[in-house]
Nanobody, 122 residues
């Protein structure tokens, strides 16, 4: 079992920043650890899309073209937490943000939480 809990969303104005956090827990993580953590978002009326990912060992990261240079993913391995720093926000970044985890390289993204709402006003 994997449980993920997102936090840190809110209402901000364009150009401002937010820091999202994702706390991972559960028996599966305790036994197998984490292979990667990822952030996704679902804008209003659209499908969920990938935002950024991070390899738990080595901290290699990758992100969608739309957020490169503005969003930064990081981790706190001691607390099994991942963070997403959102900067230079635009109204197009408005979405529910979710985190997910991969337990192994071959596993799919799982453990979806309730998400946290980010709303950017112009």
């Amino acid at each position: 079992q994997v449980q993920l809990a997102e936090s840190g969303g809110g209402l901000v104005q364009a150009g401002e920043s937010l820091r999202l956090s994702c706390a991972a827990s559960g028996r599966t993580i305790s036994i197998y650890g984490i292979y990667a953590m990822g952030w996704f978002r679902q804008p209003p009326g659209k499908e969920r899309e990938f935002v950024a990912g991070l390899m738990w060992a080595g901290s290699n990261t990758w992100s969608a073209d739309s957020v490169q240079g503005r969003f930064t993913i990081s981790r706190d391995s001691n607390r099994n937490m991942a963070h997403l720093q959102l900067s230079s926000l635009t109204p197009e970044d408005t979405a529910v943000y979710y985190c997910a985890t991969k337990i192994t390289k071959a596993s799919s993204w799982s453990g979806w939480g309730q998400g946290t709402q980010v709303t950017v006003s112009s």
